[in-house]
């Protein structure tokens, strides 16, 4: 059937041809605007040539003239006229002229006394020179006299080599614009257009001379004539097309257009279902592949149930593939909208136990960005694999995107959906990712909600309450499989709105929320103050909220960079404000994502302005989560140029620490409290946390015990000659106001000392 738009072949044909024509009228216009621009070229060349010439011709005559007058001053005999002037006239007259010294045609000589009166007066029939000599600071200088052009150039006269004697002075007076042009032969320079603008009787200094001159270079005359031939060609070369696609149009119309317009009518015939294979009645066609597809219609419709068939066949495995992953085999995101629409239906009719499984793997983006894109990529396929032997054999496995994957269990119960998870787990810890030369464990986080078959109406909260308790599985502590429940009370008062989440904001949005609280550190064995540690708290209308309620929400968010940046801001408020004595060393926390941050790095190194009085110590924490290492090294080692000390906070926890201790420029490590309470345990976890106390203290790094609460830990540690103690048996963290209220001035600067 023809469409109410539908253009002929004869139309596009004539469409084809204009638009060559008007491709061809752009080349050739192309063409003229970049001949044009080579002549505009050209005439530029030819304009600076002249310039050059005229410059050179200009500084060659200046050049001449300072010759004549240097030669008449050391001349015997202009010195004899300015001492015995008797023959002075005829001196200036003839003889100048006649000894060579001068050129008689435009050049005119004087002599002035040494106080500038001439020696005798101009003669009545040579052009007039001044009747004194005038006083310029330059020696040339031109002057528009009666509409002549003249250039002066004025010389001294002594009577001896060492110039102490003044004889007199001498003027030479040249008719510039004449001499000029009679000297030189220009080439590039229209000579007849050759002009200096000056006002009658002004007077212009001989090295302000060229940017007066006016001046036009010749014509090109190869250059006319390259414009007029290039011009007739591309005129040619249109006609030429003109005609050529014209006839072209002819030769396309009869052996093209008509037999298309001959087997369209075919076509149409056969869709309305009238069309006779009768060769005899279709007259053959010229051109060997219109008269093959014209042959091939008559077995057109032998084929079309064949290719029906085919098609459907086809269309069925394309909307496979439109529903399964590509990377990891299991079914996509619309293929999980389509199951999840259409299982949420079938629940209406057929009400079940129901529950809803969201896997993500942990640190992922780590591996990701340690290992490169394809062990990333090998690291999906494995875990889907492991995922998809641990469901089961009616389960589908979806891959939401990234590494997040999700199922969901018909006819289950909370305790099947938590088996099937462990399962999950399982078979992930025994997959072989060592294989890929991954040193890290790779793990996964599993959050399940479930609906009973009597509460279906809330079927749809399922996703949502499985991605609570997935984020409840990946806090630390947690044996990473979560039920949305009890066990996820305390996430989901993170993620929605709770007085934390209120506070926490607020302090972002208003400064001096955020109270910093400093912590003493003491040097063993001595167990005297060495520097304080800053501890942020957020004080919430009037009620003081610790950090385990707010990291959390810091955490979930994703607001470590705005919260560093707010300690920061904070912490140099206390520091500009004086209450803390000069050389009282203050170390602060950093999260491992806000160092490679630029504006965390920027505000850190405006701050260092006060290490001068409080020597400042960088504590990174959370660097399991470190994903540009390269970059944070840098930022690292440009903080170490301003003064700042580097330590590793928390040592002991997450995975791989020494990894990132050697990659690391780092000063002091703290262990954590995990490992300082394993010192007080007589056993062998014991024994290792204090031989690699040792070895660490041995190799240059200076060491810090985190939560000491105990005497028998502080004199284990003190044994083991670790430099540094923190805890609540030494101090508890106090504010600013008590800290500088507890000591006096005077024994602060004696103990604080970074």
């Given at each position: 059937?023809?469409g109410?738009?539908?253009?002929?072949?004869k139309?596009?044909?004539?469409?084809?041809i204009?638009?060559?024509?008007?491709?061809?009228?752009?080349?050739?216009?192309?063409?003229?605007?970049?001949?044009?621009?080579?002549?505009?070229?050209?005439?530029?060349?030819?304009?600076n040539?002249?310039?050059?010439?005229?410059?050179?011709?200009?500084?060659?005559?200046?050049?001449?003239?300072?010759?004549?007058?240097?030669?008449?001053?050391?001349?015997?005999?202009?010195?004899?006229?300015?001492?015995?002037?008797?023959?002075?006239?005829?001196?200036?007259?003839?003889?100048?002229?006649?000894?060579?010294?001068?050129?008689?045609?435009?050049?005119?000589?004087a002599?002035?006394?040494?106080?500038?009166?001439?020696?005798?007066?101009?003669?009545?029939?040579?052009?007039?020179?001044?009747?004194?000599?005038?006083?310029?600071?330059?020696?040339?200088?031109?002057?528009?006299?009666?509409?002549?052009?003249?250039?002066?150039?004025?010389?001294p006269?002594?009577?001896?080599?060492?110039?102490?004697?003044?004889?007199?002075?001498g003027?030479?007076?040249?008719?510039?614009?004449?001499?000029?042009?009679?000297?030189?032969?220009?080439?590039?320079?229209?000579?007849?257009?050759?002009?200096?603008?000056?006002?009658?009787?002004?007077?212009?200094?001989?090295?302000?001379?060229?940017?007066?001159?006016?001046?036009?270079?010749?014509?090109?005359?190869?250059?006319?004539?390259?414009?007029?031939?290039?011009?007739?060609?591309?005129?040619?070369?249109?006609?030429?097309?003109?005609?050529?696609?014209?006839?072209?149009?002819?030769?396309?119309?009869?052996?093209?257009?008509?037999?298309?317009?001959?087997?369209?009518?075919?076509?149409?015939?056969m869709?309305?279902?009238?069309?006779?294979?009768?060769?005899?009645?279709?007259?053959?066609?010229?051109?060997?592949?219109?008269?093959?597809?014209?042959?091939?219609?008559?077995?057109?419709?032998?084929?079309?149930?064949?290719?029906?068939?085919?098609?459907?066949?086809?269309?069925r495995?394309?909307?496979?593939?439109a529903?399964?992953?590509?990377?990891?085999?299991?079914?996509?995101?619309?293929?999980?909208?389509?199951?999840?629409?259409?299982?949420?239906?079938?629940?209406?009719?057929?009400?079940?136990?129901?529950?809803?499984?969201?896997?993500?793997?942990?640190?992922?983006?780590?591996?990701?960005?340690?290992?490169?894109?394809?062990?990333?990529?090998?690291?999906?396929?494995?875990?889907a694999?492991?995922?998809?032997?641990?469901?089961?054999?009616?389960?589908?496995?979806?891959?939401?995107?990234?590494?997040?994957?999700?199922?969901?269990?018909?006819?289950?119960?909370?305790?099947?959906?938590?088996?099937?998870?462990?399962?999950?787990?399982?078979?992930?810890?025994?997959?072989?990712?060592?294989?890929?030369?991954?040193?890290?464990?790779?793990?996964?986080?599993?959050?399940?909600?479930?609906?009973?078959?009597?509460?279906?109406?809330?079927?749809?909260?399922?996703?949502?309450?499985?991605?609570?308790?997935?984020?409840?599985a990946?806090?630390?502590?947690?044996?990473?499989?979560?039920?949305?429940?009890?066990?996820?009370?305390?996430?989901?008062?993170?993620?929605?709105?709770?007085?934390?989440?209120?506070?926490?904001?607020?302090?972002?949005?208003?400064?001096?929320?955020?109270?910093?609280?400093?912590?003493?550190?003491?040097?063993?064995?001595?167990?005297?103050?060495?520097?304080?540690?800053?501890?942020?708290?957020?004080r919430?209308?009037?009620?003081l909220?610790?950090?385990g309620?707010f990291?959390?929400v810091?955490?979930?968010?994703r607001?470590?960079?705005?919260?560093?940046?707010?300690?920061?801001?904070?912490?140099?408020?206390?520091?500009?404000?004086?209450?803390?004595?000069?050389?009282?060393?203050?170390?602060?926390?950093?999260?491992?994502?806000?160092?490679?941050?630029?504006?965390?790095?920027?505000?850190l190194?405006?701050?260092?302005?006060h290490?001068?009085?409080?020597?400042?110590?960088?504590?990174?924490?959370?660097?399991?989560?470190?994903?540009q290492?390269?970059?944070?090294?840098?930022?690292?080692?440009?903080l170490?140029?301003?003064?700042?000390?580097?330590?590793?906070?928390?040592?002991?926890?997450g995975?791989?620490?020494?990894?990132?201790?050697?990659?690391?420029?780092?000063?002091?490590?703290?262990?954590?409290?995990?490992?300082?309470?394993?010192?007080?345990?007589?056993?062998r976890?014991?024994q290792?946390?204090?031989?690699?106390?040792?070895?660490?203290?041995?190799?240059?790094?200076?060491?810090?015990?985190?939560?000491?609460?105990?005497e028998?830990?502080?004199?284990?540690?003190e044994?083991?000659?670790?430099?540094?103690?923190?805890?609540?048996?030494?101090?508890?963290?106090?504010?600013?106001?008590?800290?500088?209220?507890?000591?006096?001035?005077?024994?602060?600067?004696?103990?604080?000392?970074?």
């Amino acid at each position: 059937m023809k469409g109410a738009s539908a253009i002929s072949i004869k139309q596009i044909a004539l469409a084809f041809i204009t638009g060559l024509l008007v491709l061809v009228s752009l080349i050739g216009g192309f063409a003229a605007y970049q001949t044009r621009a080579v002549t505009h070229n050209l005439k530029l060349h030819n304009q600076n040539a002249a310039q050059s010439e005229l410059e050179a011709a200009v500084q060659r005559l200046l050049s001449q003239t300072d010759e004549q007058a240097t030669n008449l001053a050391r001349w015997d005999e202009t010195k004899q006229q300015l001492v015995l002037p008797e023959y002075y006239t005829y001196w200036r007259d003839q003889r100048v002229y006649e000894s060579g010294m001068l050129d008689s045609r435009f050049v005119r000589a004087a002599l002035y006394g040494p106080s500038g009166t001439p020696l005798a007066p101009n003669p009545g029939d040579a052009p007039s020179l001044p009747a004194k000599l005038p006083s310029h600071q330059t020696p040339s200088w031109l002057v528009n006299e009666a509409g002549t052009v003249v250039l002066y150039s004025a010389f001294p006269v002594y009577s001896d080599d060492q110039q102490r004697s003044l004889l007199g002075h001498g003027l030479i007076r040249i008719d510039f614009l004449p001499a000029l042009l009679s000297r030189e032969t220009l080439r590039f320079t229209d000579s007849s257009n050759v002009s200096l603008t000056l006002k009658p009787g002004e007077t212009l200094a001989a090295s302000d001379l060229f940017p007066r001159l006016d001046f036009s270079a010749r014509p090109d005359l190869d250059q006319l004539r390259f414009q007029t031939i290039l011009s007739h060609t591309l005129l040619a070369l249109f006609v030429l097309l003109a005609v050529t696609a014209l006839l072209g149009f002819v030769a396309y119309n009869r052996l093209l257009v008509r037999p298309l317009g001959q087997l369209s009518k075919d076509i149409d015939a056969m869709q309305q279902g009238r069309f006779t294979p009768n060769p005899a009645r279709s007259q053959k066609m010229r051109i060997r592949e219109l008269e093959n597809i014209r042959r091939s219609l008559y077995d057109y419709q032998l084929q079309l149930r064949e290719l029906h068939g085919s098609l459907e066949n086809q269309n069925r495995e394309f909307h496979s593939q439109a529903r399964q992953d590509s990377l990891t085999g299991c079914h996509n995101r619309r293929a999980y909208e389509e199951d999840w629409g259409r299982f949420r239906q079938e629940l209406k009719t057929e009400p079940q136990g129901v529950a809803f499984l969201l896997f993500d793997c942990d640190r992922f983006k780590t591996i990701n960005d340690t290992y490169g894109h394809a062990k990333g990529d090998r690291v999906l396929t494995i875990t889907a694999d492991a995922l998809v032997m641990a469901l089961r054999a009616n389960d589908r496995l979806y891959r939401l995107g990234g590494d997040e994957f999700a199922t969901f269990l018909s006819r289950t119960t909370p305790a099947q959906a938590k088996q099937i998870a462990q399962r999950c787990q399982s078979l992930i810890e025994a997959a072989g990712f060592g294989d890929l030369g991954i040193v890290e464990p790779v793990g996964i986080s599993i959050g399940i909600a479930f609906c009973t078959a009597d509460q279906l109406e809330h079927i749809d909260d399922l996703p949502k309450q499985a991605d609570i308790a997935m984020y409840t599985a990946k806090q630390p502590g947690r044996a990473r499989i979560a039920l949305y429940g009890e066990d996820t009370e305390r996430a989901s008062q993170t993620l929605v709105a709770s007085r934390e989440t209120s506070a926490l904001f607020q302090a972002l949005a208003s400064p001096g929320m955020i109270e910093m609280h400093y912590q003493a550190i003491f040097s063993l064995p001595g167990r005297q103050v060495d520097y304080y540690e800053a501890l942020a708290r957020i004080r919430y209308h009037g009620d003081l909220i610790m950090p385990g309620a707010f990291l959390p929400v810091v955490s979930s968010r994703r607001l470590e960079t705005e919260f560093d940046l707010a300690v920061l801001h904070q912490l140099d408020v206390d520091l500009s404000s004086g209450q803390l004595p000069s050389g009282c060393g203050i170390s602060l926390n950093m999260s491992a994502q806000s160092i490679s941050r630029p504006e965390v790095v920027s505000q850190l190194l405006e701050l260092s302005r006060h290490n001068a009085r409080h020597p400042l110590m960088l504590e990174i924490t959370e660097t399991s989560l470190i994903t540009q290492m390269v970059e944070v090294s840098n930022y690292l080692e440009l903080l170490r140029t301003v003064n700042y000390r580097i330590a590793m906070d928390d040592f002991g926890t997450g995975y791989s620490p020494l990894r990132y201790l050697v990659d690391l420029p780092v000063d002091v490590v703290k262990f954590d409290i995990s490992l300082v309470n394993k010192l007080g345990q007589d056993n062998r976890a014991g024994q290792v946390v204090a031989d690699f106390a040792r070895m660490m203290s041995e190799v240059g790094y200076s060491l810090v015990a985190e939560g000491v609460e105990t005497e028998t830990v502080l004199r284990k540690v003190e044994s083991l000659g670790i430099a540094h103690a923190q805890g609540y048996l030494l101090a508890r963290p106090v504010p600013l106001a008590d800290l500088a209220a507890s000591l006096p001035a005077e024994s602060l600067d004696a103990i604080c000392n970074i």
